[in-house]
């Protein structure tokens, strides 16, 4: 560039800064404490023109074309700029950036980040990124730092990812470090799941009894069996001397109680309906006797309670009732209903409130039971029996087998609880809908397992099958999914764990009877076999073979523990040294590991 030019340059960059300088003066105090002048239009692109201009002065003077100047460099070109100027015989170009630094550091129009916000904006701001981001933004000065890190934006964040829900801001001094370790906890979690890491225990069974209906719930498991008695565990406590719930019943004899046709537990109560139509109902938290007794004339064909509050509905013949505690908490009836044939599923649905509402299947007949209405009719269609039902706060999911001279092919509707009509019509298989997930899902997404042998994952979005596993040598008979596995289970009494993103089996187990219930969070899983006999064909009840053969098995997988589930030591290698040897296997005298 000649001399001409030079000049040229700095005359243009002088006219700039006098017109800002002039600017300046005529805001007015108040506006300027309040909020930023606008730039005038075009001035950002000029002002970029200019740097441009300098970049090339300084490759015109022989500087290498370097896309960011180091700090030294930048040092040295401010303390340039606070000396005397330079002389004529120093080189226009140097004058030039000297003369550029010093006018940059006396504008304030063009934005560097030196906007002062309040400190609830800049939280109500941060609020919307995710912890990436809030890393980045950390790394950009002292400022944001502080604001990045703030414990409210990462208590959200913790919340928003499930970590400790129950938990308060002020449980923790510092809330990033806790959500690092949950984060590193949920990896090591996730990585014992693939690699089949953990603790395995087989609950104690009830001697001379079969099993006949499990339930589980946040780790805390039910069991029924065939000699009317009703057992609970608490599988996170590693402490299985499960206690047994007692049924009040005035029998002379024992052992002459009903049968336990269904068992049902949640946080607070626990549910156990009898052949006999007995339902008794237990307060955990209050001890070991029943708070309430409810009789029916008939057998009760379904039992449901809620996951969350204190709502219990029952079907016998042709009618269902809902339980509910009034305010001084005895328990009465909220809602009677009338069906027109004989219920054979039934659930409640969650987050309703005060007013309980459930689901009912009977035939080809679903009901929508609301306790403030009557029975209304949801699904209905002549000679299409449903197969398999669940529910979620807002949806209800359920298999319908077809059959008749105009054959559709076995489906999964799904309908709308607040709307009450049909959403999606899902897979047309072969075999019956014998399973179906939807409240434990993910958004969007619903699994299934049918009698064709075969999970299948649907995207309620498109109606469409997102993934089809051949997962069993019989039919499917309990399924659950999260955001990357499915656990399933067979006739056969197989049970099977899926990475479907994969689409590849992780591992499985088997046992001998069919797998009828299956519940699983990031940490434990819970299995039961429950067999399709009630009665024990072999005379010798103290046999342990015999009652893993016939009476039924449940399971418990811990993956927190960092050891190999199948190597883990056998319950009975966990009794105290004073247990007594009632049956041929107890090893409990002989190697006392608990407490050596």
């Known amino acids: 560039m000649d001399d001409h030019s030079l000049e040229e340059f700095r005359r243009r960059w002088q006219e700039e800064l006098s017109q800002a300088q002039a600017q300046r003066k005529r805001r007015r105090p108040e506006a300027a404490e309040r909020r930023r002048p606008e730039v005038a239009p075009g001035r ?9 201009l300098a970049q090339g002065l300084l490759e015109g003077a022989g500087r290498p074309p370097a896309a960011r100047a180091t700090r030294a460099e930048r040092e040295d070109a401010a303390s340039r700029s606070r000396s005397p100027p330079a002389r004529e015989d120093a080189g226009g170009g140097e004058q030039l950036v000297d003369q550029l630094i010093r006018d940059l550091n006396e504008m304030d129009d063009v934005p560097f980040f030196d906007i002062q916000l309040p400190y609830e904006l800049a939280i109500n701001i941060f609020q919307y990124l995710d912890r990436k981001d809030l890393g ?16 409210v934006l990462w208590y959200r964040l913790c ?4 970590h400790l829900p129950e938990s308060s801001i002020s449980d923790y001094s510092c809330w990033k470090f806790i959500f690092q370790e949950c984060r590193a906890m949920e990896q090591m979690l996730r990585t014992n799941w693939k690699n089949r890491k953990g603790a395995v ?9 079969v099993l006949c209906d499990v339930h589980s719930h946040d780790g805390v498991v039910i069991a029924g069996y065939t000699s009317g008695d009703v057992r609970v565990w608490d599988t996170r406590t590693w402490d299985y001397v499960a206690p047994f719930l007692e049924s009040e019943y005035e029998e002379d004899e024992p052992g002459m109680q009903p049968y336990v046709s269904f068992v049902r537990i949640n946080s607070s109560l626990a549910v156990a309906a009898y052949e006999d139509g007995i339902l008794n109902i237990w307060d955990l938290r209050t001890g070991k006797y029943p708070i309430h007794r409810f009789e029916h004339d008939a057998r009760i064909q379904a039992l449901a309670l809620s996951q969350e509050d204190a709502a219990v509905a029952t079907a016998s013949a042709f009618d269902v009732v809902m339980l509910y505690p009034n305010e001084e908490g005895y328990w009465q009836i909220s809602a009677e209903f009338e069906v027109q044939k004989l219920v054979d599923y039934l659930e409640i649905v969650p987050d309703t409130g005060r007013y309980p509402v459930a689901v009912a299947t009977a035939g080809d007949l679903v009901y929508l039971l609301k306790a403030e209405d009557s029975a209304r009719t949801l699904h209905y269609v002549y000679g299409q029996p449903v197969t398999c039902l669940d529910v979620s706060a807002n949806q209800v999911a359920f298999g319908v087998k077809s059959l008749g001279w105009v054959y559709e092919g076995n489906k999964i509707l799904v309908y709308s609880l607040e709307a009450e009509r049909c959403l999606s019509k899902l897979g047309n298989a072969l075999g019956d809908f014998t399973c179906v997930n939807l409240r434990n899902s993910p958004p969007n997404l619903m699994v299934s397992g049918n009698m064709d042998r075969r999970v299948r994952i649907h995207d309620l979005r498109t109606d469409k099958i997102a993934l089809s596993l051949s997962a069993h040598q019989l039919g499917v008979s309990a399924i659950q999914m999260d955001d990357w596995k499915i656990v399933s ?7 099977s764990v899926w990475d479907y ?6 591992w499985e187990v088997h046992s001998r009877h069919p797998v009828r219930h299956i519940s699983f969070n990031n940490h434990s899983l ?3 076999n429950v067999p399709y006999e009630r009665v024990v064909r072999n005379a010798d009840l103290d046999n342990f073979t ?8 449940i399971h418990a997988y811990e993956f927190a523990v960092d050891q190999l589930a199948f190597q883990s030591p056998l319950p009975v290698c966990r009794s105290s040294s004073d247990a007594m040897a009632g049956y041929n296997y107890d090893l409990a005298l002989a190697f006392p590991y608990d407490h050596m």
């Open 44 to 52: 950002g692109e000029q002002a970029s023109g200019y740097l441009a």
């Open 136 to 151: 980045r933004c950390a790394q950009v000065s002292k400022t944001w730092k502080v604001i990045a890190e703030d414990e």
């Open 159 to 162: 919340q928003q990812e499930g």
């Open 201 to 209: 225990s087989e609950l104690e069974p009830v001697p001379d009894a």
């Open 489 to 495: 289970g067979g006739e056969e009494g197989l049970v």
């Open 501 to 506: 993103r994969m689409n590849q089996k992780l």
């Open 526 to 528: 819970i299995t039961a």
């Open 546 to 553: 015999t009652h893993r053969r016939h009476r039924g098995l």
